[in-house]
C-alpha cells in the first residue's frame, strides 16, 4: 500500500528531483552524532530501528553542499557513513571522510557483514535476539562492523 508524500514546510522538505532539502534536518540540533545513509530507504530503515540521529545523501554522489554545511554548521562532531558496501559506494564513502574530517569531523565507516549491501538488507535478512528484522541494526555495533577512517 502506497501512502501519499507529506510536504513539509520548506525548510524541511525534500526534493527527490532536484536533490534539494535535508531529510531529518532535525537531528543535526539534536545529537553530535550523525549516521548519515546513502538513501532515504535505508535512512528510514535505521529511524524504524529507533535510531533518530540519522540523514541521507541522494546516492552516493549526491552529498550537497547543502548538507555539507549541515554538519559544519551544527557542529557534528562524529558521522557514521552507513553508505552501501559497493564497488561504486566505497571509494566515494572514503572521499566523503576525507572532506569531513578535513572539517574535524570524526568520520567512521559503518561496514555490514557477508556480502550485504545495505542497512535495509542487513535488516530484512539478519534478525536480532527477538527474532525482529529492524532490531538487528542495533546490532551494528562499534566492536564489530565498523572502521575507522583516519587522517
Known amino acids: 500500500?502506497?501512502?501519499?508524500?507529506?510536504?513539509?514546510?520548506?525548510?524541511?522538505?525534500?526534493?527527490?528531483?532536484?536533490?534539494?532539502?535535508?531529510?531529518?534536518?532535525?537531528?543535526?540540533?539534536?545529537?553530535?552524532?550523525?549516521?548519515?545513509?546513502?538513501?532515504?530507504?535505508?535512512?528510514?530503515?535505521?529511524?524504524?530501528?529507533?535510531?533518530?540521529?540519522?540523514t541521507c545523501s541522494y546516492g552516493n554522489q549526491g552529498f550537497t553542499e547543502e548538507l555539507f554545511q549541515a554538519f559544519i554548521k551544527s557542529g557534528v562532531e562524529t558521522c557514521w557513513i552507513a553508505w552501501d558496501n559497493d564497488e561504486k559506494s566505497n571509494p566515494l564513502a572514503l572521499q566523503l571522510a576525507e572532506r569531513l574530517m578535513a572539517q574535524g569531523i570524526k568520520c567512521l565507516r559503518i561496514i555490514y557483514p557477508g556480502k550485504i549491501k545495505d542497512a535495509n538488507e542487513f535488516a530484512l535478512k539478519v534478525k536480532d535476539g527477538n527474532g525482529t528484522a529492524h532490531g538487528s541494526l542495533s546490532m551494528l555495533t562499534p566492536t564489530n562492523k565498523r572502521s575507522s577512517y583516519r587522517r
Open 1 to 54: 500500500m502506497l501512502c501519499p508524500l507529506h510536504v513539509a514546510p520548506r525548510r524541511n522538505a525534500v526534493s527527490l528531483v532536484s536533490h534539494e532539502g535535508i531529510w531529518n534536518a532535525e537531528a543535526f540540533g539534536a545529537s553530535k552524532e550523525i549516521i548519515l545513509c546513502e538513501s532515504i530507504i535505508d535512512a528510514l530503515t535505521f529511524w524504524i530501528a529507533g535510531f533518530r540521529n540519522v
